[in-house]
């Protein structure tokens, strides 16, 4: 049943009075004649990552009740190097959930996001969306009605003109406001279109990246979400990244979401943080503790974490990010709070105690559970990832946990509770297995897990061959030795890989 909020920014939300969920043909009719919208976009996900559009102009009542019953017909060949020219034609189907108005359109436009189905009417097995779906009701069956929750940290460098007044502290930008941060209203405008737009946003900063170079100034932001269901979770992600991108054109300023821009400087990633839950109740925590099912998931992580790059770490240059003494993890490993590990349980509001209460004296104490809150994150991916396909991934990995016959045996032997660079525990960082370190070893591990993707017809093996044959055409296999030998071809990759996701 849908409960009236009083705040809510998405416009259709407020019109409908009904929970995006909810939506109807009918209702999406209902509010393009109430609104006079003008025009109709159907938006999509190919094969780069990147939000397509088709559009129709809204002139008259039984077309538009014919697009919303039928979908469109489009050359799926062009949108994805997996799909053949011979059998390319595919039907691209609205999600009427998905609705929201496009913040830039100069003539009100209604945009819905689509999935994509074959000639048989039926969805498309290797389409990203769909093996995401695949993913979550394999999980919910393995593990007798659980669901799987997600969000994203989005990262990004903003770039802009320099300004000589105010500089921030190279590599000290982390939560820094105006007038040391130059593009916190950049960032406020674009989580309000996000909001706008459906994302629920838990808060946005900026990020520890900040330097100048030439004339330009580049500034780390990061717009983090709240959990919701892994479904939405990407579908926000999707919407968000190509909001900054398009009020960062409108501004004059560029964007990029690239793992690394330059030597020495902090790298962008898009940390995904998860949570298990069973009616509606978070599983990851029992009796104000880390659960078993949380180290259920946690053993499937660490089992598949090599191959999760493959769906995370798209192209060379994730792989400049991903190298030891930095925060981005390399060892697999999980541990408490600790940035140096790859899966890391941060602070939960485990305690009982009202910080609010002790902090403002006119509120009256109340017992305090914020169990709810407590999540999992996963911290290698960036933003070169397939965010359909990691979220897939991280689904199957947790359900493999619980498919594991010593789950809890191996997240106890991945457990660390010390950072892993530092010299003095050097010896249990050598007991740990290690990322992969360039696109070609994340194709050779992708390999030697393929069965567990592939199980329960999540991802199929036609799907798997050809991520396994992208990875590897990028030829990176000794990218770090012709690197050391040549400098400047990092600057190269760089700029082929800028703007990728």
């Excluded at 059998?87 to 689509?114: G, H, K, N, Q, W």
């Excluded at 406001?177 to 909001?195: D, H, L, N, V």
């Excluded at 009982?352 to 006119?362: F, G, T, V």
Aim: glycine residues 6%.
């Amino acid at each position: 049943m849908y409960k009236e909020q009083k705040i809510c920014l998405n416009p259709l939300v407020q019109q409908l009075k009904k929970d995006p969920k909810d939506f109807t043909k009918s209702d999406i009719i209902k509010y393009i004649e109430d609104n006079d919208i003008k025009i109709l976009n159907f938006r999509y996900v190919a094969g780069d990552g990147r939000l397509k559009a088709l559009n129709f102009v809204v002139s008259d009542s039984d077309y538009l009740n014919q697009i919303l019953s039928y979908g469109e017909r489009i050359d799926g060949s062009s949108l994805f190097s997996f799909v053949e020219a011979g059998s390319s034609d595919l039907y691209v189907i609205p999600r009427f959930r998905t609705a929201f108005m496009d913040p830039f359109a100069e003539l009100p436009t209604l945009c819905l996001l689509c999935s994509y189905y074959t000639k048989d009417g039926t969805p498309l097995e290797t389409s990203p969306e769909y093996i995401l779906r695949k993913a979550c009701n394999s999980f919910k069956e393995v593990t007798g009605g659980m669901e799987f929750n997600a969000m994203g940290e989005l990262e990004y460098y903003v770039i802009g003109d320099k300004e000589d007044l105010f500089l921030a502290t190279d590599q000290k930008g982390y939560h820094e406001a105006g007038p040391f941060s130059k593009f916190e209203q950049f960032r406020a405008q674009t989580m309000f279109y996000i909001a706008q737009t459906g994302g629920n946003i838990k808060y946005g900063h900026s990020e520890v990246g900040n330097f100048t170079l030439g004339d330009k100034i580049y500034e780390q932001n990061e717009i983090e979400f709240l959990v919701t269901n892994a479904e939405d979770a990407a579908n926000q992600l999707i919407i968000a990244k190509w909001i900054i991108r398009q009020l960062a054109y409108e501004y004059g300023l560029d964007v990029t979401f690239a793992p690394k821009i330059t030597v020495g400087k902090a790298g962008s990633g898009m940390h995904i943080h998860t949570q298990i839950t069973k009616n509606g109740i978070n599983q990851y925590v029992e009796n104000g503790q880390l659960s078993k099912v949380a180290k259920t998931a946690i053993a499937g992580f660490m089992q598949c974490a090599g191959s999760l790059t493959a769906f995370g770490n798209t192209n060379p240059t994730s792989y400049f990010r991903l190298v030891p003494h930095q925060e981005a993890p390399t060892s697999i490993c999980w541990g408490d709070r600790n940035r140096s590990v790859l899966v890391r349980v941060p602070l939960g509001w485990l305690s009982k105690n009202d910080m609010i209460a002790n902090e403002n004296p006119l509120e009256k104490p109340n017992a305090i559970d914020g169990s709810f809150k407590q999540t999992v994150e996963f911290r290698c991916p960036d933003g070169s990832a397939d965010i359909y396909l990691l979220l897939a991934g991280l689904v199957v990995a947790a359900r493999s946990g619980f498919e594991m016959n010593n789950a809890l045996q191996f997240a106890e032997e991945t457990y660390v509770n010390v950072n892993i660079f530092h010299a003095e525990n050097k010896a249990k960082a050598d007991s740990l297995k290690s990322l992969p370190t360039s696109c070609w070893e994340s194709a050779e591990t992708l390999q030697q897990h393929r069965e567990i993707y592939e199980r329960h017809g999540v991802f199929t093996p036609h799907m798997i061959d050809e991520l396994i044959k992208k990875l590897k055409s990028f030829n990176d296999k000794d990218i770090r030795k012709e690197l050391d030998k040549n400098p400047n071809r990092m600057l190269e990759i760089v700029k082929q890989f800028y703007h990728c996701g």
